[in-house]
Nanobody
């Protein structure tokens, strides 16, 4: 599966932005999808993930309550809605896919090594 992340840009502190991950050659409904980010000089950080069914979701504490992940199967996309952003959210954001989930509501440990397929990243810059 080939993934493409989009929707990044410049946003003010406290604002909102929605990122989108679309796929070609395959349906995203067959994969657990995760969103990650990498700030300059830092390791890639897992943010949120969603099961193939779309019913199970999880986000890390650093973004819980501010970021929401959801599927749009009609568009073969998984989106990440970012609310109340802060300068610390500035990073390149990546979507990734993990195959062969145990069940439609299974999630995986949100680490880079658990996701086989990656998009190219989209830059989000939050101005103070």
């Amino acid at each position: 599966v080939q993934l493409q992340a989009s929707g990044g840009g410049l946003v003010q502190t406290g604002g909102s932005l929605t990122l989108s991950c679309v796929a070609s050659r395959s349906t995203l409904d067959s994969y657990v999808i995760g969103w990650f980010r990498q700030a300059p000089g830092k390791e890639r950080e897992g943010l949120c993930e969603i099961s193939t069914s779309g019913f199970a979701k999880s986000c890390t504490d650093s973004v819980k309550g501010r970021f929401t992940i959801f599927r749009d199967s009609a568009k073969n996309a998984v989106s990440l809605k970012m609310d109340n952003v802060a300068p610390d959210d500035t990073a390149v954001y990546f979507c990734a896919a993990a195959s062969n989930p145990l069940s439609p509501n299974s999630l995986t440990v949100l680490r880079t090594r658990n996701f086989e397929y990656w998009g190219q990243g989209t830059l989000v810059t939050v101005s103070s």
